[in-house]
Structures are given as structure tokens and as C-alpha cells.
């Protein structure tokens, strides 16, 4: 079996950034990343390709080109881990051995929870920006519908950027409302949870939006089926007396966010936490049981906003403390649990939630240049011209703007301090 130093699995967002964050650091680490995908996606773009305002092939690269060229590409699947042999299995078989384990295989999208779903996607009306082939349908679908019920869905957390349901909603309603549609146009937000973002700060922002597009929002209320050729989408809502009841809706127009749990090889791992996501340490993201394990990015256990934003933080401190237990030392580095989601309410301004473990406020501007809680016009820009290049030439190159990683004591320090 080869024998790496660092075993990263996958290439996206987290793999690529860890990767290149520790061979920034020591560029004689011998590094492995195990990636099946010939294409590698930034997922934060395709929020926009649903507005029309990206094509989604400015969101794709080949994943040739976006690998560190100084880490060896084992181009396939992780099937399993043997944690007490330091090595993983490939899908072919194969051993890898590590001294040190990254985990990122990102979630699993679990569109086959919903029956009725999958066969219907990109077709009858039903769409998902949550997909990259299904992003440009979402706004062929908002450009054409000209009246009826158009239907949103979310499903219970936790979910990789939980804005984007939402985010796809209100571009929709800007642009019936700008083409002078919106009266003829019923708009209803299925939430499997019980509120509309989960930091209150940022909610009487977004439901000046819901008012303004004349939104109806539906909490606790579950997509569970859906019927494509018919139009019709199954709903489980829950009633004030703790039951449940079963809804029928009609719609011309199905936008859904599917349910998301971790990766099935993940889940039936000893890695896994009882809820199934990789069992880390939520400040260090070192494993709860094996201190040369270490996972970030969606499929790690720990409470912050599954976001991209997150894995710009997280990914410098992962390398530092994997370079740590290399070198014999305890993790030293830690993550305050910032995550970002840029709600785009509306084309050209955006709400820019940003925020750390337990809701608290987290800000990367002074408030006179953004105000995270007022729609704004530059976070808009920010969303739309600067974070794109801020990923392909920062965070996946092991550049660390503004994440320079801090340590583990006093990132707690802080937490606690300011509630
Ligand atoms: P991913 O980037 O999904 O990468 C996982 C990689 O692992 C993939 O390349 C996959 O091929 C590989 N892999 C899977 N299984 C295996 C296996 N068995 N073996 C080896 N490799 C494997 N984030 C933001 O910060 N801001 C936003 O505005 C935002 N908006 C979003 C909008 C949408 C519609 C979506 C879908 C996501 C959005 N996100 C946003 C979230 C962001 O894209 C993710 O949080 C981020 O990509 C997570 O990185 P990751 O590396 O954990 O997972």
C-alpha cells in the first residue's frame, strides 16, 4: 500500500483548501487527495445561475486544474476507513495509508427521500439550484411562468447553505415583481423547521422582503412527495396539537432544497457521530476518538453554517494542527464557527449574514462600510464580483485573507466572552 503523510478525500472546497493551505506551510509533505469528479464546482454561483446573472459555466472547472499539482490525484471513490490501521479502502479495493486524515467528501444530496422527485427534476416544472445541470431551469422557469402557484420548499436542518432556499425564492419574486408579474403570481415558502434563518438578527430584514414580494410562508410544513406529471407536490405539516396532517398543492412552478445528511460510506463509519456527520472536536475539527483524523467542510459534526465561507476559516486551522499531530504536538489552532451566507433578496443587494457558533454576530466589515442586517448594494458586489475570485485565487490556492488562524484558547476565550 503507498503511505502519505496527509490523505485528504475530496477535491472540493474543503480538500483543495486544506490541501493547499498545508503544502503553503511544508511543501515537501507528501499529500494525497482521493477525488472521483472530473469537474470541481464553485456551488456558491449557482444561486445566481437561477437569476440568470452567472451561465453555470462560470461556476465549473476541470478538476485537473484546480488540484494542487504538488499533491498526487488518486482519481476515485473512499469507500471505507480503517481507522485502526491508518488507512482508508478505495472503491477498487485498494489500501491508502496516512499518518494524518482529512475528511471532506462534502454531503450527501438526498433526493431519493422524496418519492416522485427524482424522475420529475428538470422537467414539469420542478427545479433545483441545488444541482448545476438544474440551476439554468430554475430561471427558464422564472422567466417563463406568467401566472399560478409557485411553490418553495426547505427541508429540516441541517442543509448546505441555509439561505439558498430562500435566496432562490426572493430572486424569483424580484424579477416577476420587476416584469410586473407578482400579482398574478402566488408565491408559498414550505419550511420543514419553524423559522426563517436561524440568527434573529436577520430576520426582520428578510421579512420586510416576504412582505414586499407578498410571500406566504408555511413553517413546519415538509415536502414528501411529489407527483410531476400532475403538478402536484405532498406536504406533512404539523398542527398546533404536536399532529400531523397530510397537504395536497397544486403548483406551475417547484423549486426544491433537498433533505441532506452525510455521505452513506461516512454514516456507516466508526468515524460518524450518532447524527452521522464525521464526530469532530468543534474547535479544533480534530476527530472525537482518533487524534489523526481531522474533517471540515459539510460532513464534519460541528454546529456551524455548512457553508464555503466556513471552509475559508476552517481550512488554514486544519492545516495547522495537522502539522501539529505530524509533528508530535497537541492541535493549536481553533475555529470560532464563522460561517457567511449572502442572502440575495433582491438583484443588486444582499443581506450578508455572517455569523459564528451559537448565532453570534461576526462581521468581516466595520458597520459603516456593510451592515450584515440592511440590504445592501455592496455586499451585493461582493457576492457577485469578488467572492468568486476570492475562492479560485485565495482560498483554493492556501492564500489566507482574513483567515489567519488564531489560538485554540483564545478563539474560546472570545466565544465565551461575548455571548
Ligand atoms: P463540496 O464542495 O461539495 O466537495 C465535496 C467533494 O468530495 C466533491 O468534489 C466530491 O466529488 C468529493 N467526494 C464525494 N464523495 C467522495 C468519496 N466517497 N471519495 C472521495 N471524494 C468524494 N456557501 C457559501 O459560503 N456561500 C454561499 O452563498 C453558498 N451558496 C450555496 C448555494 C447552493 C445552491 C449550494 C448547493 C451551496 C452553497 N454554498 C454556499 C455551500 C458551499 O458550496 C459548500 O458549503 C461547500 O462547497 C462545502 O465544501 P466541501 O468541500 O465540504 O464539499
Redesign the pocket.
Known amino acids: 500500500a503507498s503511505v502519505y503523510d496527509v490523505v485528504v ?7 483543495i483548501a486544506t490541501a493547499t493551505s498545508l503544502l503553503s506551510r511544508r511543501a515537501d509533505l507528501k499529500v494525497a487527495i ?4 472530473e469537474y ?1 464546482y464553485y ?2 454561483g ?2 445566481l445561475v437561477g437569476r440568470g446573472v452567472f451561465s453555470a459555466e462560470q461556476t465549473k472547472r476541470r478538476m485537473a486544474d484546480v488540484l494542487p499539482r504538488r499533491a498526487t490525484w488518486i482519481r476515485m ?3 471505507g476507513f480503517l481507522p485502526d490501521d491508518n488507512s482508508i479502502v478505495l472503491e477498487n479495493g485498494r489500501r491508502v495509508q496516512y499518518d494524518v486524515l482529512v475528511v ?4 450527501k444530496l438526498d433526493w431519493g427521500a422524496i418519492p416522485g422527485l427524482s424522475e420529475t427534476l428538470g422537467k414539469n416544472r420542478v427545479t433545483s ?2 444541482r448545476y445541470d438544474l440551476a439554468p431551469y430554475t430561471w427558464e422557469l422564472v422567466q417563463n411562468l406568467k401566472q399560478g402557484r409557485a411553490l418553495f420548499t426547505q427541508p429540516p436542518m441541517p442543509i ?2 441555509a439561505g ?1 432556499p430562500q435566496k432562490a425564492m426572493y430572486l424569483s419574486c424580484d424579477e416577476w415583481l420587476r416584469s410586473g408579474r407578482l400579482d398574478d403570481v402566488k408565491v408559498e415558502f414550505h419550511n420543514a423547521g419553524a423559522v426563517l434563518f436561524g440568527v434573529p438578527t436577520y430576520v426582520p430584514p428578510l421579512m420586510g422582503y416576504v412582505d414586499r414580494y407578498g410571500i406566504d410562508l408555511r413553517f413546519e410544513s415538509k415536502l414528501i412527495a411529489v407527483d410531476g406529471p400532475r403538478r402536484v407536490a405532498t406536504f406533512e405539516r404539523k398542527r398546533p396539537d404536536g399532529q400531523t396532517s397530510v397537504a395536497h398543492e397544486s403548483f406551475d412552478m417547484l423549486h426544491v432544497c433537498p433533505p441532506q445528511t452525510a ?1 452513506d ?1 461516512v454514516r456507516e463509519s466508526p468515524l460518524a457521530a450518532a447524527s452521522g456527520w464525521v464526530d469532530v472536536d468543534q474547535w479544533t475539527l480534530q476527530h472525537a476518538r482518533f487524534a489523526n483524523i481531522f474533517s ?4 464534519c459534526s460541528a454546529p456551524n453554517a ?6 475559508r476559516k476552517q481550512a488554514p486551522v486544519v492545516a495547522v494542527n495537522v502539522l501539529d499531530v505530524l509533528e508530535g504536538r497537541a492541535p493549536s489552532a481553533g475555529y470560532d464557527g464563522y460561517g ?3 442572502l440575495t433578496v433582491e438583484k443588486g443587494k444582499v443581506i450578508l449574514a455572517e455569523f459564528g457558533y451559537g448565532g453570534r454576530l461576526l462581521p468581516s466589515f466595520p458597520q459603516w462600510v456593510v451592515n450584515g442586517a440592511k440590504p445592501s448594494r455592496l455586499s451585493w458586489i461582493l ?1 457577485e464580483r469578488m467572492l468568486p475570485p476570492i475562492y479560485w485565487k485565495g482560498m483554493l490556492k492556501g492564500h489566507e485573507w482574513l483567515a489567519h488562524p488564531q489560538p485554540v484558547e483564545q478563539v474560546k476565550m472570545k466565544a465565551e466572552a461575548q455571548p
Do not use: M, R
Not at 34 to 37: G, H, I, K, L, M
Not at 296 to 299: E, F, I, M, N, W
Open positions: 478525500i475530496g477535491g472540493g472546497a474543503a480538500g482521493v477525488e472521483p469528479a470541481h456551488q456558491p449557482w444561486t471513490s473512499s469507500i471532506a467528501p462534502g454531503l439550484n441545488y448546505k447553505c439558498a455521505p460510506f471540515l467542510g459539510d460532513v455548512k457553508t464555503a465561507a466556513a471552509v457567511s451566507c449572502p457576492k
